[in-house]
């Protein structure tokens, strides 16, 4: 195991490695998978900071790919329940929503925030907000999330 590790923190260390590991499990956070990227962010800064921007663009790139791959499991989820379910439930479901309707797009600067954030892309793509406006939001909320924990990491240590 010790082995493993080793290997693992050697390969981080190497931009043409690090960087892809961390968009492929920036990307997998952002979907319904229970997975963090923050610890490989901050580790793959740790073992070369001269990736600090890369880095940050790279995780809030695949982090925001990651929840337009949510909004477009909801826009198939809303999809199938107006094809398969009975429009009274339809209408049920919508009428429960109502409220991100009204929020609109600027709802996904949430997409950042744990347990809610990733329901929250699925729920717009469910209620057909438009992809471009939900995606810019998505991007600058992952990317200010990113950003407040690299630095105030930074400036802790």
Known sequence: MEIFFQNLL??????EYGLAVLFIASLLAATLIPLGSEPLLLGLIALNPA????ALLVATLG???G???GWWMGLGAERWMAKHLHQ??????MRALRWLE???PAACLGAWLPVIGDPLCVVAGYLRLPLLPCTLYMAIGKALRYGVLVFGWQWLM
């Open 10 to 15: 050697t390969n981080l260390s190497q931009p």
């Open 51 to 54: 990736l600090l921007w890369p």
């Open 63 to 65: 982090n925001t790919l």
């Open 67 to 69: 929840g337009m791959v």
């Open 88 to 93: 009274d439930k339809v209408t049920h479901h």
């Open 102 to 104: 009204r929020v609109g």
